[in-house]
């Protein structure tokens, strides 16, 4: 119950629209950050593999 009760703070918070997307406007803001939260969570847990560069290829 407690992780259900984080989840819906974190939602409520992040339903709050950005002003980007305020300009594109949300038909469902609450579904929208519930969806930016479980990728953000997913990408957290598993983040992809960084590309490392030697100085002298950035060129």
């Known amino acids: 119950m ?3 009760q984080d989840d ?3 939602t409520a918070g992040r339903a709050e629209l950005l002003p980007e997307e305020q ?3 949300s038909a469902d ?3 929208q950050a519930r969806e930016v939260l ?3 969570d997913r ?3 598993f ?3 960084t590309m490392r ?3 002298e290829e950035t060129t």
């Open 38 to 40: 479980r990728d953000s």
């Open 8 to 10: 819906d703070e974190r």
């Open 53 to 55: 560069r030697r100085p």
């Open 43 to 45: 990408r957290s847990e």
């Open 47 to 49: 983040p992809e593999p």
């Open 29 to 31: 803001p609450e579904a």
């Open 23 to 25: 300009a594109v406007e």
């Open 2 to 4: 407690a992780r259900e």
